[in-house]
């Protein structure tokens, strides 16, 4: 793992980033997703800087997935996304995870019948020669070794990954981004179908990743981004409605008409709203 990737102890993501400390910043602009004459995302401004722990909401349909997808490069996209001031858009899918964009999905995806240790060994060599990969080694990379403390699966390394709680799998495929250098980190809906501790673990761990990158975490789970998120950015048919933090974006009242309409006349903000309506609203 680079000086860049080490973690700083104690240092936690803050709204807005480390902003004009010349760290690393993902900058979209005017993002747009058509599918045959449907825009599923239509000119999507977002900056998004290192420490800051981004989540991206709104109701199904609203493009969240859809815009992580163009900037990974899984999908055709038109405007411009640029990392660090080098445009990605256009390039291959392996030449944007090169220049340390990674993501997630919702089934994390792992090599099951490989130990956890393995993963990441593989993962580690995505950028390394065929002959290096080949040459058994001694011990365990610094760099891997470091990533399993972070994502606490230390005394797991050895257990094959098809073993692991669900929770687990995710965080070894979070483990499997740090030892490819990624610093920014486009997760989607990384606590879908955890446990409430499982769900206080894996935001622990965001925090303790995101003070040196750049995250962003597609979500539904409204509590756990009360819990963790530093900002927050609403979709909306494919569009951005609202931006800023989680204060200001339940107070705004055109969040709270996409989430629920007339629904949420009688409340104050988004947190006066049960998540379980908002859970069928989307």
């Known amino acids: 793992m680079t000086e860049a990737q080490a973690i700083t102890p104690g240092r936690e993501p803050v709204a807005g980033g480390n902003i004009g400390m010349g760290t690393q910043y993902l900058e979209v602009r005017g993002l747009t997703v058509d599918f045959d004459g449907f825009k599923a995302v239509s000119d999507v401004d977002l900056t998004l800087f ?3 722990l981004r989540f991206l909401i709104g109701p199904n349909g609203a493009g969240k997935t859809t815009v ?8 055709s996209a038109t405007g411009s996304v640029s990392k660090s001031g080098v445009e990605l858009l256009g390039k291959k899918v392996h030449q944007i995870a090169r220049a340390g964009v990674g993501r997630t999905f ?3 995806s792992v090599f099951e019948q490989l130990t956890v240790l393995q993963n990441l060994d593989i993962a580690a060599g995505a950028g390394r020669s065929p002959w290096t990969l080949l040459r058994r080694r001694n011990g365990v990379l610094p760099a891997i070794a470091q990533a399993l403390e972070t994502v606490g699966l230390t005394d797991l390394a050895d257990k094959p990954a098809g073993v692991l709680a669900h929770g687990q799998k995710q965080w070894l495929e979070i483990g499997m981004l740090l030892v490819q250098n990624a610093d920014v980190l486009l997760l989607d809906e990384p606590v879908a179908g955890m446990s409430s501790e499982e769900r206080e673990e894996t935001g622990n761990l965001l925090r303790r990743i995101g003070g040196e990158r750049t995250v962003v975490v597609v979500e539904h789970d409204m509590d756990f981004m009360r819990a963790f998120a530093t900002s927050v950015t609403v979709l909306a ?3 951005v409605i609202a931006e800023g933090s989680v204060a200001e974006v339940q107070a705004n009242p055109k969040v709270q008409e996409v989430y629920l309409g007339t629904a ?3 409340a104050s903000s988004l947190a006066d709203i049960p998540d379980e309506l908002i859970e069928e609203s989307s």
């Open 50 to 52: 290192q420490g800051d």
């Open 68 to 75: 992580i997808d163009a900037i990974t490069g899984l999908v």
């Open 106 to 108: 919702q089934t994390a």
């Open 237 to 239: 048919r494919g569009q």
């Open 264 to 266: 949420a006349a009688g």
